[in-house]
């Protein structure tokens, strides 16, 4: 019966814990402009709060931008749809894991505070793959379940932000890509 009690007990906590985390606050809506919406179908506005576990669409002629507690900025292209799988950031230290899911469309991603401290700490998923980011500034054209593309955009090694080169990794589960050359890409097929 004590056996039992502790079984109850945890399974009760870690019900509070999930809880908690899917109304974590994580980022803002910072530009919207046209179909913005969440997967409950609720329109986002500029300002609009996104939430741990939020799935942000945007429709045909739209395009939002989210800005991430972290600093990570994702610009989100008409008719694509991105998944907060996991956000947890600590401001104080800069530790954190972030964990994406792009789903479909165009997406211009700027890497944060959470990939900066430590890049094994980011990952994007995408349809036929998953994508690591070393610190840099990236898109990702996932317009099918069969290829989607992943381009490096930098920053170069002369860059005015002060930023250091960036790399990629790019695997479809099975092979792995780097790209580190500004300006290079590549296709990701099932």
Known sequence: ?????????FIFLNFLSISSFANEFVGIIGAGVGEVKNQNNQKLENGSKIFYGDTIIVGSKSTAQVLFLDQTVMTLG???????DEFVYDPETNDGKFVSNIKSGTIK??????????PDNLEIKIPTGAIGARGTEFVVLANSKNENTVLLLGPGPNNSLGM?????????????????????????TN
Request: proline share 4%; glycine share 8%; net charge negative.
């Open 164 to 188: 250091t080169p960036g790399n990629l990794e790019v695997t479809d589960g099975v092979n792995s890509v780097n790209i580190i050359q500004p300006g290079f890409e590549t296709v990701v």
């Open 109 to 118: 991603i700027i890497t944060g505070k959470i990939s900066k401290k430590d």
């Open 78 to 84: 008409e008719d694509s749809e991105l998944k907060i």
């Open 1 to 9: 019966m004590k056996y039992f009690k502790h079984i109850i007990i």
